[in-house]
């Protein structure tokens, strides 16, 4: 493992909805996704997701996330359907740990949609 000192930033934007007794966050830029029982435990759980990933990316000597795809075309249709823009998370006060980099600097951008698109 390499130790890596310079701070890796991610824009991303998430579709969040309900699925079942859950609640599911999907990433647009990058197909990663996550669940929780409710908005705000999907919402935790994706950023984390988006951390893990940037970090073994890095840690693996590539560019951040850069080997995965974007999420398929529906969950882009659904954030641009939405208009409920969800209350940005306060990032940085959220315990995101690295080990050997700094923890990245997450921008998400998260919507809510009332289903999931069929």
């Not at 647009?28 to 997701?49: H, P, S």
């Not at 954030?79 to 997450?106: A, C, G, N, Y």
Request: aromatic share 6%; net charge positive.
């Amino acid at each position: 493992m390499s130790s890596v000192s310079s701070t890796v930033e991610v824009k991303i934007s998430a579709v969040i909805f309900p699925e079942g007794d859950k609640f599911i966050a999907q990433g647009l830029e990058y197909d990663i996704c996550a669940f929780g029982k409710t908005v705000t435990d999907a919402q935790n759980r994706f950023l984390r997701a988006v951390v893990s990933n940037a970090v073994l990316c890095v840690e693996h000597g590539k560019k951040s996330l850069e080997d995965i795809p974007p999420a398929p075309k529906k969950y882009w249709d659904m954030f641009k359907k939405s208009d409920v823009q969800l209350e940005k998370l306060d990032v940085e006060r959220m315990p995101l740990r690295t080990p050997h980099m700094p923890s990245p600097i997450i921008r998400p951008t998260m919507r809510l949609v009332e289903r999931a698109a069929t």
